[in-house]
Structures are given as structure tokens and as C-alpha cells.
């Protein structure tokens, strides 16, 4: 079972690197590192499992934030009290985005920051994704608000970003009165 401390610390370089696409047929250890992201981002949660099995809540997870620099991530989004959506999205890219840009008020989090982070992290409001699916089909996902920031935030891991890179060191709210805050 994945606990969170298995989960890469911000300061582990690897985070920095910029993960490579991945080939079909998926790789059993593909396809057992995704179901395993996936179960940890579902039990995370729920409160009870969470409790019990000292797991940080989380809605999504890069392959990098394993040690495994490959194009993947899954997001696990709790669309109702114990009703979840589970995108797993291989070598993806954004492929359209709105105009508006929002940011998370109570500020963004990350599985692999341990600590509070102040300031705005610009986000686009929605975004189309184009990606993979486990079989190799191509998928498309249209994503708003919290799942749009989540896929994005996801995709930035892929490329070595990690989310207080987009926040200004010399003013952390910069940019509060342009964006939406969700």
C-alpha cells in the first residue's frame, strides 16, 4: 500500500525533471503504478482511511511525484459524498483554454509541498485536454473550475513545474483583482 511518505518530497531534484511519453501497450509497472495512484488519491478521501492509514488527502498525482518520470497522471475527483471520477491521462496536453483565469482562495496544494504556501497561482478557468487512455485510445476532456486547476497543476508536475514556481516571489497576491478565486 502507498503511504505518503512514499511520495516525493519537493526538495528530491527528480521533481524538476521533464517526464518522457510513455508507449503502448502500457507496462505492467505502468499500469500497477496507476492503479495504485489511483487507490491512494481514493482512500486519501475518505476520511475514515485516510485516518486510519496516515494518508495526506490528495485529488491528483504524477508519475514523477513516484520517482517515475513518465508522461502520466491520475486524478481521483470526488463529484459527491463518496462518488468519485477517476481520469487517468497518458502523455496529455492542453489543447484549448478559456480566456479567464481563476486561482484556488484557500491557496493550492501539492502531495509533495509539506508545508503552507501564500499567493495566487494563475490557473485558466477550463481547459480541453487531449491524452491517453490505459488501452491507447485518444481521449479528450473538457474540465472546468477545481478539475481544470487539478489537470493543470498534474500537467506542470510533468514538465518539472511545481505550483509555487507560478506564484511571485516579490508579491505572493499579485494579480488578485484580475482572477476568480474558486
Not at 42 to 53: G, T
Not at 72 to 91: H, Q, R
Not at 106 to 131: H, W
Request: hydrophobic content about 35%; aromatic content about 8%; glycine content about 6%.
Amino acid at each position: 500500500m502507498l503511504k505518503t511518505k512514499d511520495i516525493l518530497d519537493e526538495k528530491d531534484k527528480r521533481l524538476r525533471m521533464t517526464s518522457k511519453e510513455v508507449s503502448f501497450p502500457l507496462t505492467k509497472k505502468d499500469i500497477d503504478l496507476i492503479n495504485t495512484m489511483i487507490k491512494y488519491l481514493h482512500d486519501s478521501q475518505i476520511e475514515d482511511i485516510a485516518e486510519k492509514y496516515d494518508l495526506r488527502p490528495g485529488m491528483g498525482m504524477s508519475a514523477i511525484q513516484l520517482g517515475v518520470p513518465k508522461r502520466y497522471f491520475v486524478v481521483v475527483n470526488e463529484i459527491d459524498e463518496g462518488e468519485f471520477e477517476t481520469y487517468v491521462l497518458i502523455n496529455p496536453k492542453i489543447i484549448s483554454n478559456s480566456v479567464e483565469k481563476i486561482y484556488v482562495e484557500m491557496g493550492e496544494g501539492c502531495l509533495s509541498v509539506n508545508r503552507p504556501v501564500e499567493g495566487i497561482v494563475p490557473r485558466y478557468a477550463r481547459v480541453t485536454m487531449e491524452a491517453y487512455d490505459m488501452e491507447g485510445r485518444k481521449v479528450h476532456i473538457r474540465a472546468r473550475e477545481e478539475l481544470a486547476i487539478c489537470f493543470q497543476h498534474e500537467l506542470d508536475h510533468l514538465n518539472g513545474i511545481l505550483f509555487f514556481d507560478h506564484i511571485d516571489k516579490k508579491d505572493p497576491f499579485k494579480g488578485k483583482d484580475q482572477y476568480r478565486a474558486i
